[in-house]
């Protein structure tokens, strides 16, 4: 299995527009961060986690030329904003894309995309082939088993998922014991870290790496990463030898 970070920035991404803080400043292409996505190839399966509004320019950037679904954690624009960019994929594969995602982030697609699921369709607009999962049950992309996750966003309930011996979660700021039995033996865990400080509804650097200590993971990788985090080279030092900062275009062969 082949994992490819595509974003790793919280939902302005980084650099924030105008901002002239010392991150968004910075040079280092580490602290430049398009919106939290990941690539996923396992078993000749190709899928991403998220699809935020620079979902375009990451099928770009990483010349995707086959994708065979989308994972959703939640309803986000930051992870869904780039959805209408299917369409180039429903041209290619000739088929609506499969998204997967629990019944209110469907409920709000809806209402965001309301164009796609309209009766009269407009000629050109995206097809989604919408494709309810919960909490309770692992499901199949191809080949691929995931076993989605329940984390909490603040009140919100958003999914994390794992494959195999890999687990992504995002957007978190608790995860149940029940849950977090889930991550057992998980060699490689992805959690959110935004920022130092508090905030209401994502982990702090430290949440985040006394969660991912609990499981105890050979690696731990943070992300959905703030420009208030500081500067990648300089907070990385404060990490202990099994966590990282991931980076847009981080690569992790499992
Ligand atoms: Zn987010
Ligand atoms: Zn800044
Ligand atoms: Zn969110």
């Not at 309810?132 to 992309?141: A, E, G, V």
Request: aromatic letters at 8%; hydrophobic letters at 35%.
């Amino acid at each position: 299995m082949k994992i490819t970070f595509l974003g790793t920035g919280t939902s302005q991404g980084v650099p924030v527009i105008a901002c002239k803080c010392n991150t968004c400043q910075s040079n280092d292409p580490n602290d430049k961060r398009l919106r939290s996505s990941v690539l996923i190839e396992n078993d000749g399966d190709v899928f991403v986690i998220d699809a935020g509004p620079d979902f375009r320019q990451q099928m770009l950037k990483y010349n995707v030329e086959r994708l065979d679904a989308i994972l959703l954690t939640h309803e986000h624009k930051d992870h869904t904003g780039g959805l209408d960019d299917v369409r180039a994929y429903n041209y290619l594969q000739k088929k609506p894309m499969p998204i997967y995602c629990e019944k209110r982030t469907a409920n709000a697609l809806k209402l965001e995309y309301h164009y796609v699921f309209a009766k009269e369709r407009y000629p050109g607009i995206p097809e989604f082939d919408i494709r309810l999962i919960d909490d309770k049950s692992p499901f199949k992309i191809g080949n691929t088993t995931i076993t989605p996750i329940r984390v909490m966003h603040h009140k919100l309930p958003v999914l994390g998922f794992r494959i195999k011996n890999f687990a992504y979660i995002t957007d978190a700021n608790y995860i149940s014991e029940k849950e977090l039995k889930k991550l057992d033996g998980v060699e490689v865990m992805v959690l959110n870290a935004l920022r130092k400080e508090k905030h209401i509804s994502h982990f702090t650097l430290n949440e985040a790496i006394e969660v991912i200590q609990k499981i105890n993971p050979r690696q731990g990788i943070l992300t959905h990463i703030s420009h208030l985090m500081g500067k990648h080279n300089e907070v990385s030092k404060l990490l202990p030898a099994n966590i990282i900062f991931s980076f847009d275009g981080l690569e992790i062969n499992l």
